[in-house]
């Protein structure tokens, strides 16, 4: 299925894999995991035959691939934004051309007359049988049972993708990619915008898949349920090890391993200090300088034949700013509501964010989370309603998909836009404590991965002074430690803060005074009875 040789990948002067070799087969379910920024979506990007980044990511080697890849970006910012979610699944097999001729013809049959309405009827014939041939009725069942799953109703697939949110056309671009029938399936955060249920589906789904599959993910009960082999990127050592076990075994079978590298530098450090202490006492003496000399020698040949011990992951200084001072109520919203075309999302929604308070937004995917949030950050317009900002308002906008980063921009160039009073000193001491050190912080913001876009959101937002938090999603694409750095920040946060979430922890971490139902618009004060609406939203 794909086949990789010798192949080393490196951004500017940084080494991201030296040299790996690695064969994925049918039946062969692979965890790649890693800390963020190691490499890992560079990597399943080569993999997938992806090369928008080019000319920033250079690799040698040799990639082969056999059968049709499906591959899923953290991302997913293509196809045509005027069709139908539905079209868009029907799309990786081709009957959704098919189905638009077929409808074409429906509509001519019953607004025509005379020879242009028999055309009609003939050519609806000769396509129905088409569409038959190509199991494209038993298709259509298939992909509707997939979206289903992935908690996409008929509303929505109806929808063209362009008024959907960014977590409804991930769902509808893994569905296209489930759908597709796929040798290959290479999946980036397969579980980023989905419920309890359907994540519970796709476990069951993956662990069945008959061909193979590359999962990057930091659900540790995805990664157990599913995987029965594990890569391992070493963002320290530029290396990808390779385990052919489940993960659970991995886990153990890897403390081992380190267990026994310390053990065996500790004993080799040991002997060759005696050797090396032995080689200086017979360097005072010119008749045994020379066995001096090999015995030194024969000390380093002893510590540089050892494996290296594994160096603890970095992990980003996770922080929000200091709020700027600002009066009672900073943001208050009257009578919003907001329409995609006949689809009415929320209607009449009012909110007042005072200083320091703490709010968290429940609904159903679809519901207008992420579209209440882009209106009260300025990002877009409701269709009634207002949005009025208080004294001193700061508004610190995280997007969940990070449209608020300029990826044709460097990592530099996207904070100092943001704080354009900061010399470069301090602009570059912030990107460092966000790991963005020597060239990382000179590459463009596109070759960044999930986890790296938004560490760099994060640090956009220490420098804004922001009073009032506007985050949606902020966990998503972050390896379990630096999901702990931004559960510590948000709970030190002085401001206030408007928090969208799937994670029970960063709710846990926030502690909220209230809650806003949508697309109801039903505000409350939070009890603990709402916490399991939040993997359910």
Not at 201 to 207: D, G, V
């Amino acid at each position: 299925m794909i086949t990789a040789h010798d192949v080393s990948v490196r951004i500017g002067a940084r080494e991201l894999l030296h040299e790996a070799n690695l064969r994925l087969d049918s039946g062969m379910r692979v965890g790649l995991v890693g800390r963020n920024g190691a490499g890992k979506t560079t990597l399943t990007k080569l993999l997938s035959g992806q090369d928008e980044t080019a000319d920033v990511i250079q690799h040698t080697g040799e990639i082969m691939r056999a059968g049709e890849i499906g591959y899923l970006p953290q991302d997913p910012r293509t196809g045509d934004l005027q069709v139908s979610a539905r079209d868009r699944v029907l799309s990786a097999r081709g009957i959704d051309q098919i189905l638009r001729r077929i409808r074409k013809a429906e509509e001519t049959m019953s607004t025509a007359e005379g020879e242009k309405q028999q055309k009609a009827m003939e050519r609806y014939v000769r396509l129905d049988a088409e569409f038959t041939a190509q199991g494209g009725w038993s298709a259509e069942a298939e992909a509707a049972t997939i979206t289903s799953h992935l908690g996409l109703p008929n509303r929505i697939l109806d929808q063209p993708l362009e008024t959907l949110s960014g977590g409804q056309r991930r769902r509808v671009e893994l569905a296209r990619i489930l759908f597709s029938g796929a040798d290959t399936l290479l999946l980036d955060e397969p579980t980023n915008h989905l419920d309890h249920d359907s994540i519970v589906w796709l476990r069951e789904y993956l662990r069945s898949y008959s061909g193979g599959v590359v999962v990057i993910s930091h659900d540790v009960e995805l990664l157990r349920a599913v995987v029965n082999h594990v890569w391992y990127l070493d963002a320290n050592r530029g290396v990808l090890d390779v385990y052919s076990m489940g993960w659970d075994t991995y886990v153990q079978q890897r403390e081992t391993d380190e267990r026994r590298r310390r053990r065996e530098r500790a004993n080799a450090e040991k002997k060759a200090g005696a050797l090396q202490a032995q080689a200086d006492k017979m360097r005072a003496k010119a008749t045994k300088a020379v066995a001096a000399q090999n015995m030194a020698r024969r000390a380093e040949r002893m510590l540089s034949g050892l494996e290296a011990e594994r160096q603890a992951d970095k992990v980003a200084k996770l922080r929000f700013p200091e709020p700027a001072p600002c009066g009672k109520t900073p943001l208050t919203a009257r009578g919003l509501s907001k329409s995609y075309g006949s689809l009415e999302v929320f209607t009449d929604v009012d909110l007042a964010i005072d200083r320091g308070s703490r709010v968290v937004v429940l609904g159903l995917n679809g519901a207008g989370k992420t579209t209440l949030l882009r209106i009260l950050g300025g990002v877009e317009e409701p269709d009634t309603g207002e949005v009025l900002p208080g004294h001193g308002l700061k508004i610190g906008y995280y997007a969940q998909e990070h449209e608020t980063l300029d990826l044709d921009r460097t990592v530099v160039e996207n904070l100092r836009s943001q704080a354009p009073d900061l010399d470069d000193t301090r602009v570059r001491s912030v990107l460092g404590s966000f790991l963005f050190s020597g060239e990382d912080a000179d590459k463009p913001a596109r070759v960044l991965s999930g986890g790296e876009k938004t560490r760099l959101a994060l640090a956009v937002l220490v420098v804004s002074s922001a009073n009032v938090l506007l985050l949606d999603e902020p966990t998503n694409n972050l390896d379990p430690a630096s999901r702990e750095e931004i559960l510590a920040a948000l709970r030190s946060f002085e401001g206030a803060v408007v928090l969208v979430t799937h994670d029970e922890g960063a709710v846990d971490a926030l502690d909220p005074e209230r809650v806003l139902l949508l697309p109801e618009a039903d505000e409350d004060l939070w009890n603990e009875n709402y916490l399991e609406l939040v993997t359910l939203a």
